[in-house]
């Protein structure tokens, strides 16, 4: 079912119509003269009646709002015009909102292509594009954004793993942009039968979950640690060889293959060292 546009006439001059026809029958009602004041009681009678019944078909429509109109249980049409709007009185309406709302999902509890529990939460912004399909098509449509968006990020979740050791691999973590557009086609395959548009889908909180927590940030704190210590070594290899290279072009002393391995040893425990150290000075020979 698809949404088509419903009869709709502006309000303000069936205003002016109803307010001739309370004219004529207020005028017939008080005029009624002793000839014939049946029939100006019936036509006055007539002129309310219709002036009431007409009352029955005025509506109000706001700003990205929109009115389904139904007759007697058949989809009439929808009416987008903002303003006082006038249509046939035996149409029922149904208010729909088409401004564009967000939601957050709860926190939810999954586990990762690595088979890692983690906690993981979104924030899904969407609009009605559709309102036939959304009042017909499904029984709550508010509900049903609301359960497949959590359906489909809990589906993308199990889809990639929370940190990835490879470039080429996407991860929850590192790789925001594709993940987030995952997301967003993920939903709008679940929403699209209910007439709804996802505007924006992104990731509002990722962690691991409580019991492997601790055991993570380890892992973590052990790979910054490995990447730390793999630059400081590069660093004092750097560092020893430049200072063996300048002992050597300047001359300032000969040492053998022996005293350079001391030499190399001793400079690269100075400069990998956490703690800074208290060398012993020889005072005496060189041997």
Not at 56 to 72: S, W
Not at 95 to 107: A, G, P, Q
Not at 258 to 264: C, D, I, L, N, Q
Request: with cysteine; proline share 3%.
């Amino acid at each position: 079912m698809n949404e088509r546009n419903g009869f709709s006439v502006a309000g303000i001059p069936v205003i002016g119509l109803c307010i001739v026809l309370a004219g004529i029958g207020f005028s017939l009602l008080f005029t009624a003269d002793s000839t014939a004041p049946g029939a100006h009681v019936i036509g006055a009678v007539a002129s309310l009646f219709l002036e009431a019944f007409m009352l029955k078909g005025f509506f109000q429509v706001a700003p990205n709002e929109g009115q389904v109109l139904q007759l007697f249980g058949g989809y009439a049409g929808t009416v987008r015009d903002a303003g006082l709007r006038w249509t046939n009185p035996f149409y029922t309406k149904q208010r729909l909102s088409l401004r564009v709302r967000n939601f957050e999902s709860s926190k939810l509890k999954v586990n990762d292509s690595d088979g890692s529990p983690i906690e993981i939460a979104a924030v899904v912004v969407w609009q009605v594009v559709d309102t036939a399909e959304a009042a017909f098509c499904v029984d709550d449509y508010e509900n049903y954004v609301h359960i497949q968006s959590e359906s489909a990020l809990r589906q993308m979740a199990q889809s990639y793993p929370y940190d990835s050791h490879y470039d080429n691999i996407p991860s929850l973590r590192s790789h925001g942009d594709v993940i987030n557009s995952h997301l967003r086609d993920e939903i709008q395959t679940r929403l699209g039968k209910a007439g709804v548009q996802v505007v924006e889908a992104r990731i509002s909180h990722l962690a691991y979950a409580q019991e492997i927590a601790q055991a993570m940030l380890q892992r973590q704190q052990a790979g910054a640690i490995i990447a730390a210590r793999t630059r400081i070594v590069e660093g004092a290899v750097s560092m020893v060889e430049m200072a063996l290279d300048q002992l050597s072009k300047r001359g300032v002393v000969q040492l053998d293959e022996e005293r350079k391995a001391s030499m190399v040893s001793n400079l690269l425990v100075v400069l990998c060292g956490e703690r800074g150290t208290q060398p012993v000075v020889n005072t005496g020979t060189l041997y």
